[in-house]
């Protein structure tokens, strides 16, 4: 494989790395404004009395589907649980990104967060039970299953013992 200052200039290649900078800062920037937004748009949304969705769509000029979605929450659901408490949820191999927020949910009725987590912990346990796979053997096949039990015990808050509250 050559290397990019084989065939370009240097100054063609120090324009790129400018670039690429430029680009992944101003994604940043978009990505703090959008959850922002997102953030105050569902607020009201919720507040207000039906037809406030459509009435700021109209005001933002902004198609009404786009901004329902401003609000959504992102989640994955606990699909199963093992007999030794290790709580697993689906996970395809495309579909997560890293900056957001998920919700780990308990798939009951109303869905109860058990946990908020960035998607780049989701994809550090992926990628630690993968590498688990294939030092373990050819038995265990099912990638697309990620055991979060982790993830949920370490965003818990401590629950303190009746009788024992700490002196202030």
Do not use: C
């Not at 790395?17 to 937004?37: G, N, P």
């Not at 589907?65 to 007999?83: A, D, F, H, N």
């Not at 408490?85 to 191999?93: K, Y």
């Amino acid at each position: 494989m050559t290397r990019l200052d084989d065939y370009i200039s240097a100054e063609q290649l120090d324009r790129l790395r400018k670039l690429a900078r430029s680009v992944e800062l101003h994604r940043r920037e978009h990505l703090e404004l959008k959850e922002k937004f997102d953030e105050l748009a569902t607020a009201i949304a919720e507040a207000g009395p039906p037809g406030t969705l459509t009435a700021m769509a109209t005001e933002l000029q902004v198609s009404r589907e786009w901004l329902r979605r401003t609000g959504r929450r992102y989640y994955r659901s606990v699909i199963r649980r093992t007999k030794d408490g290790r709580m697993l949820i689906s996970m395809p191999a495309d579909n997560v990104t890293a900056e957001r927020d998920y919700e780990i949910r308990d798939k009951a009725s109303p869905p109860n967060v058990l946990a908020v987590v960035k998607g780049s912990s989701l994809l550090d346990a992926r990628q630690e039970q993968l590498e688990a796979y294939l030092e373990g053997g050819e038995h265990l096949t099912n990638i697309s299953v990620v055991d979060v039990s982790h993830l949920i015990e370490s965003t818990k808050h401590p629950t303190v013992a009746p009788g024992t509250e700490p002196e202030v």
